[in-house]
């Protein structure tokens, strides 16, 4: 009955949410401004807005980290001119291979990608580099082979740091050692690297941290918070959980406050999204490290049109964003935004 109220109390407050590592209509598209407008390429390359078109085919909309890529891919190529098109295949891979084939078809002039299934979209891949088309892969890489043969720049998240941040400040927290538990998300690349980064920032203090319990949460909040409820029932001697998500640790915190153990029972996070600081300003979650969505997007954005401007000499092939502990004071401040 109690897992039953918990569910009903938080579902409206994460319905927005998935793995923040989720799309409400299949595909969504939007055109630029002006066709007159022009858009300044760095290091003096010009080139007429309206020659341009950018698509970005992402995982899901149904998730406020991609949809705040979306809107921030948007508003850039509306201020300049661009057309734009987003693409939304809701998780579903076919979808996206399909589209992917669309945007190969279609004459874009760059493409960014998050990968459904980072394996799985390699003829999708080939494709659009046949057709000529940049591919900036961005937030979720796509397997090291194809990034080396397909993708001009991936830009993402420093994910391990991430973890290293969230498990530094739980050593800070427990400097005498903890039982602990982990809900991961083994299937993802990044939430692997979340974990090792978090186990690895457990530093010197990790042989004081015993964890009774290391789950795969889904990244979603109804599974972790089953999962959660199950972990405190048969620890009673918990003291912390590591979630590799927002939504996950929720889920975590929503068992925590039913079993009254709100306070007595820690939820450190990885994600910073809107739902995630308030928690953190609730005293629901003890630590919560950001992942970076605009940032993300305006780093792509920015070197598709240097890429485009004729600098083709963008650096690194692999660009991580870095990570950072989230305050209160940051919290109050950017509250219903990611960063």
């Known amino acids: 009955m109690k897992k039953l109220v918990v569910w009903s109390l938080c579902l409206c407050m994460t319905a927005s949410m998935a793995a923040g590592c989720g799309a409400a209509s299949d595909t969504q598209e939007g055109s630029g401004a002006s066709a007159d407008t022009e858009a300044a390429a760095e290091d003096g390359n010009e080139e007429a807005a309206s020659d341009l078109s950018f698509a970005f ?34 998780y579903d891979l076919n979808t996206q291979l399909s589209q992917l084939s669309d945007v190969a078809n279609s004459g874009y002039d760059a493409v960014f990608i998050i990968p459904v299934d980072s394996a799985g979209i390699t003829s999708g891949l080939a494709e659009i580099q046949a057709a000529g088309i940049p591919i900036f892969n961005v937030d979720t890489a796509v397997i090291d082979e194809d990034i080396e043969s397909f993708v001009t720049q991936f830009v993402g998240t420093n994910a391990y740091m991430a973890g290293q941040l969230v498990g530094a400040q739980m050593a800070e927290d427990y400097p005498d050692g903890a039982d602990i538990a982990v809900l991961d998300f083994p299937s993802n690349e990044s939430c692997v690297d979340r974990v090792n980064g978090f186990m690895d920032g457990l530093g010197e203090n990790a042989d004081k941290f015993n964890i009774v319990a290391q789950q795969d949460g889904e990244a979603a909040l109804d599974t972790s918070l089953s999962l959660a409820e199950d972990i405190i029932i048969a620890n009673p001697d918990l003291e912390a959980f590591f979630c590799i998500n927002d939504p996950s640790a929720l889920g975590a915190a929503a068992a925590v406050k039913a079993a009254n153990k709100t306070g007595s029972i820690g939820v450190y996070s990885i994600d910073a999204s809107p739902d995630g600081k308030q928690a953190l300003l609730d005293g629901e979650f003890s630590a919560v490290a950001a992942q970076v969505p605009i940032q993300i997007a305006e780093y792509a954005y920015d070197a598709a049109v240097k890429y485009l401007g004729g600098d083709t000499e963008l650096g690194d092939k692999k660009v991580y964003l870095d990570s950072f502990l989230v305050t209160k004071d940051i919290a109050e401040e950017t509250l219903t935004d990611w960063q």
């Open 57 to 90: 085919c992402t995982n899901t909309l149904n998730n406020t980290f991609q949809s705040s890529m979306d809107a921030t891919f948007s508003s850039l190529c509306e201020e300049a001119g661009i057309s734009y098109t987003c693409l939304d295949p809701d």
